[in-house]
């Protein structure tokens, strides 16, 4: 697929190919497998050095499953995952260990991933240590440094998780993850239990991270006018699959898919005044361990054609680097 | 041009807790005319939930109503016994919240939970009751509502649920239908389809709508009128119009800008510095003025007053105040 992309050459950072994630349904009184939950089904994309790749869908769509599965936080059913140009999967367990500290993760609570007893800066530290990136000399003042470097104060370093507010907390999930200095970061929905004056801080912070440290991020959101925000391109998932993929203006500018348009219409704006025409998608989001056959979008597609029933559609570059799923297009 | 159908009144609703007093609402007065829908923003904490949940008294202890009046239809609500107020719930005010899994009975079916307010209040038969249940699963939008009554929670998606708990509401023709987030924790594409049917209901039934909800976009699509709350009290009202055209208080002005907006993408968002204080430490000052950029220093002494500034506008803020800030730039 990177063959094609010849708008920009930046190096490819990262090169997903044909990913795909199922989880067994096991049934019966023998625990035997009887189907698959197809979080993430045949996905491609590839990410440059210092873009930031942003990820969009409903829930079940597959968005956090394909970031987790990408780091390896749980295994990949079928697909490549080349990182710099190194195929992950070849890696021995030692290998991929030395890799780990260069791709990092944000978790949407930051709380649920910090040990309530143990004192920030050490739960910031504790990971160099790991790598042997630092004695344990050096640690406190690497720490500190990040702390400022994310908005926090020297004092917090001895601080517990429970004194620091949603925002602080995000803040601690951040500084835990550039400490590794890494050269990519996954953030799966890092403002979304956030208010919304909170909300613009950690974006901010996160594009001067960015920019001071050359960062490449995988941004994975449900919220369109967060990765409108911060997204050079935009991949838009349903039920598994990349249904979309195109750079930010162009996609906000011209969606092809019939879902994302229905999506970006579906997202109220903040001003009385404007008088949009509104696509109502009918119907719920069908099961992922039970998708519709064909286009998996056709139940609840305005333009549905038996054929979409039938077949399913091919994801392919239809100009300038913009991918699209879709018969009638 | 019509009638005031809820006034608050210098409402006080307090959390005695170990770690000293909260004022969750702290002195807020402002009024819902019949058939209007009133959106109350503000972010978490600010008191929003709180102020529902005193006008329906369902606040529980440490938390207590401490002072003021809560005006429903001519009544003073905390004058009322518990049974009489016990009529009014589910009657002439309906209530729908942000989590409609949780406010369902999970061993009750759908069908038997919207039967139980309309023999309760209507005083219908059974057989009556179950007939205009299933009127109402049609009336919601969900299809096949003679098989649907009969389904338990369990079995439908959060969105389906959340037509559920709107028909529950206002299948006795209420009044005042008080929706507490209720969008929030749906997909956008659902969230689409639940306000829809609200703005429908309410075209047909006429009901006031008190809208809680931290989206501005919501807000804006929803709301004739518009109540911003920080730190459990009321800083600034308008209609909706005038307050996303002009809005006046620094944390309203703040709030609307800091969302990033689909379709207006800035270079850098603004953002609000600091965050809310502690409600339990509030002091005599303006409760904002450690965050605002336009603080004097008559706001780190006294509180300013909710006044009226122009026909319907009201805020509190020393800058509108003669004698002490400048004159609106």
């Not at chain 1, 249904?243 to 019939?258: C, G, I, K, S, Y």
């Not at chain 2, 007093?21 to 058939?35: C, L, M, P, Q, T």
């Not at chain 2, 369990?154 to 005042?176: D, F, T, V």
Request: charged fraction near 25%; aromatic fraction near 6%; glycine fraction near 8%.
């Amino acid at each position: 697929m990177s063959k094609h992309d010849s708008k920009n050459d930046k190096e490819i950072l990262l090169d997903v190919r044909h990913l795909k994630k199922y989880y067994p349904i096991t049934g019966g009184i023998f625990g035997r497998t009887v189907g698959h939950v197809k979080a993430v089904d045949d996905i491609s994309f590839t990410i440059r050095r210092g873009e930031t790749f942003g990820l969009v869908g409903e829930s079940g769509s597959g968005k956090s499953t394909t970031g987790k599965t990408i780091l390896r936080l749980t295994p990949k059913t079928e697909g490549e995952i080349i990182y710099k140009g190194v195929d992950l999967d070849s890696l021995s367990k030692q290998e991929l260990r030395e890799y780990r500290p260069s791709m990092q993760f944000i978790f949407q609570n930051p709380y649920h991933s910090l040990n309530p007893r143990q004192r920030i800066g050490d739960a910031i530290g504790e990971a160099l240590l790991d790598h042997g990136m630092a004695t344990p000399a050096e640690i406190r003042e690497k720490v500190l440094e990040v702390l400022s470097l994310c908005g926090l104060s020297s004092y917090h370093y001895d601080r517990f998780p429970h004194e620091f507010s949603g925002g602080q907390r995000q803040r601690i999930g951040i500084a835990r993850a550039i400490i590794l200095n890494p050269d990519f970061v996954i953030a799966d929905e890092p403002v979304s239990a956030l208010d919304v004056s909170i909300q613009a801080q950690i974006i901010n912070l996160l594009s001067d991270l960015q920019e001071e440290r050359g960062l490449t991020y995988l941004f994975i959101s449900h919220d369109l006018s967060v990765v409108e925000h911060v997204s050079d391109r935009i991949g838009v998932m349903y039920l598994g699959s990349l249904v979309e993929m195109a750079t930010r203006d162009e996609l906000f500018a011209q969606p092809l898919h019939p879902y994302t348009k229905a999506l970006l219409s579906a997202v109220p704006i903040p001003d009385p005044t404007l008088k949009r025409e509104r696509i109502v998608l009918t119907g719920d989001i069908p099961s992922p361990a039970d998708p519709p056959t064909g286009c998996k979008f056709h139940t609840r597609c305005p333009y549905v054609t038996p054929h979409c029933r039938m077949e399913v559609p091919a994801y392919r570059d239809v100009g300038g680097g913009h991918y699209v799923a879709c018969h009638i297009i | 041009m019509s009638n005031t159908l809820v006034e608050f009144k210098h409402v006080h609703t307090h959390f005695d807790t170990d770690e000293g007093i909260f004022k969750a609402v702290n002195d807020v007065s402002f009024r819902i005319k019949e058939g209007e829908t009133v959106g109350v923003i503000g972010e978490s904490g600010c008191g929003k939930s709180v102020t529902a949940l005193s006008l329906m008294q369902l606040v529980t202890a440490p938390g207590k109503i401490n002072d003021g009046e809560i005006w429903f239809d001519g009544r003073n609500l905390l004058g009322l016994t518990r049974d009489q107020m016990r009529q009014l719930r589910g009657h002439e005010i309906g209530m729908i919240f942000q989590e409609p899994m949780s406010s369902l009975n999970p061993v009750l079916t759908v069908g038997e939970q919207i039967v139980e307010p309309l023999q309760e209040h209507l005083l219908l038969t059974k057989k009556e009751a179950w007939a205009k249940a299933v009127e109402w699963i049609k009336k919601v939008g969900i299809p096949r509502p003679e098989k649907i009554a009969k389904s338990y929670p369990h079995e439908l998606s959060g969105g389906m649920l959340q037509r559920i708990m709107i028909a529950i509401a206002l299948c006795c023709n209420p009044k005042l239908l008080i929706a507490d987030e209720p969008t929030t924790a749906l997909d956008v594409t659902i969230q689409a389809q639940v306000l829809d049917l609200l703005r429908q209901l309410k075209g047909e039934l006429g009901m006031a709508i008190m809208l809680i909800t931290h989206d501005l976009g919501v807000v804006a699509e929803m709301a004739d009128y518009v109540v911003v709350m920080y730190a459990g009290q009321v800083i600034e009202e308008a209609p909706v119009l005038e307050l996303f055209r002009e809005p006046k208080h620094p944390y309203t002005q703040g709030l609307l800008r800091s969302k990033p907006v689909m379709g207006q993408r800035q270079k850098r968002l603004y953002s609000i510095p600091g965050q809310v204080p502690n409600l339990a430490q509030l002091g005599e000052s303006c409760h904002f003025h450690e965050r605002c950029a336009s603080c004097m220093e008559i706001c780190r002494t006294k509180q300013p007053p909710l006044r009226t500034d122009g026909d319907t506008h009201k805020v509190a803020c020393w800058l509108y105040e003669e004698g002490f800030g400048h004159e609106q730039a």
